[in-house]
């Protein structure tokens, strides 16, 4: 990892250090991992609410006339299915049907469109898109005139009827719309990677400050915290939600990584699509399966190795110790064989074999 001269901070930076924030560099920005604590943070996401700066994720904006066509073949999901307004889950493929990133496109218009992409991909991605940008379309890098913030948890509509001034006025999943919050213009998608109801905000990043505090202040008799990097991960893992560089790389594809659903086969072309379809007509050579720890081991970590019957079988691809579940939990791509529920397999951890099984997604179930 780069030193932290090297790093980049968000709009919100400062607002971390004031509030006492872990700060560490992750994918090239200085980045909260915690405040609190992270089971805390966690728990205040699945019971009332908690708000994480996203402001370093990337953002482009596309339009022309031609803009509509050439997503489409750029990405895996149908961009024609979008109404304006509408959101989408999709992965950016390389010729080889590898994953680039996984990201969210949203319709502004019919020609306009709103991506929002992985911070350590946002430079490989824009140079990618632009590389195979047709003349009528405008493609931009907005990423520095965005703040961010993801605010969620079962107390997200109650927070927001008194930001926004009433009860109904959230888009429905996987929408998004403009506003504003204390005078601040904002556009607010129903979004999220916790497995919790919440939205993904995204305002000018010169207002962020003003924002986040403002939130706060309104969340905070309702349960509202600042959350980290730390909570974000034990979270999104407890549904398995794949992390790019970590679940997710140019080195497998969305089949293999259990992405076929955010894949439209049906469209003409689009790029990787011919190496997708083969894996998915014949089977992929590795599925990306979730797992438990069983008894009182140590939590996995990436890069352990994962054993059936003393043998190397695969690694730990993502692992921690799941604050609502109470033990170890992680992900690793493994033969389909191997990847079945209930298969037995072990993970190594400091030169010592640990029991694990194949669980069913997501990891956590709300009741």
Request: aromatic fraction near 8%; charged fraction near 25%; proline fraction near 7%.
């Amino acid at each position: 990892m780069a030193s932290d001269t090297a790093e980049k901070s968000t709009a919100l930076y400062e607002e971390h250090v004031r509030l006492g924030a872990r700060v560490i560099p992750f994918g090239g920005w200085k980045m909260p991992v915690q405040y609190s604590g992270i089971v805390q943070e966690h728990h205040a996401v699945r019971n009332a609410a908690g708000m994480f700066d996203i402001s370093h994720m990337g953002q482009f904006t596309a339009e022309g006339s031609g803009a509509a066509a050439w997503l489409n073949r750029m990405l895996t999901n149908n961009v024609d299915k979008l109404e304006a307004g509408g959101g989408q889950y999709t992965l950016l493929l390389n010729d080889k049907g590898g994953i680039i990133d996984d990201l969210i496109i949203y319709r502004l218009g019919s020609d306009r469109f709103f991506l929002v992409v992985n911070a350590s991909r946002t430079e490989e991605d824009f140079a990618w898109l632009d590389r195979h940008r047709p003349s009528e379309v405008a493609l931009h890098n907005r990423s520095d005139q965005y703040g961010g913030v993801a605010i969620q948890g079962p107390k997200t509509e109650e927070l927001f009827a008194k930001l926004l001034g009433g009860p109904g006025k959230l888009p429905a999943r996987n929408q998004i719309l403009d506003t504003e919050i204390n005078g601040v213009p904002v556009s607010i998608a129903r979004t999220g990677y916790t497995g919790e109801d919440g939205v993904e905000v995204f305002f000018p990043a010169k207002q962020a400050a003003i924002l986040w505090n403002h939130v706060l202040d309104v969340g905070k008799p309702l349960g509202l915290v600042p959350c980290g990097l730390g909570a974000r991960d034990t979270l999104r893992l407890e549904m398995c939600y794949p992390l790019n560089g970590s679940d997710l790389s140019p080195e497998h594809n969305p089949i293999e990584a259990g992405l076929g659903f955010f894949v439209d086969l049906t469209k003409p072309d689009f790029v990787g699509k011919e190496v997708v379809a083969r894996a998915k007509a014949e089977g992929p050579a590795q599925k990306l399966a979730p797992f438990r720890m069983e008894g009182k081991g140590p939590p996995p970590r990436p890069h352990y190795a994962v054993l059936k019957d003393g043998r190397k079988i695969g690694e730990v691809t993502s692992g921690t110790l799941s604050p609502s579940l109470n033990y170890g939990i992680g992900m690793a791509y493994l033969s389909p064989e191997n990847a079945k529920i209930g298969s037995k397999i072990e993970i190594e951890i400091r030169g010592q074999k640990f029991p694990a099984q194949i669980e069913k997604k997501p990891l956590y179930k709300k009741t």
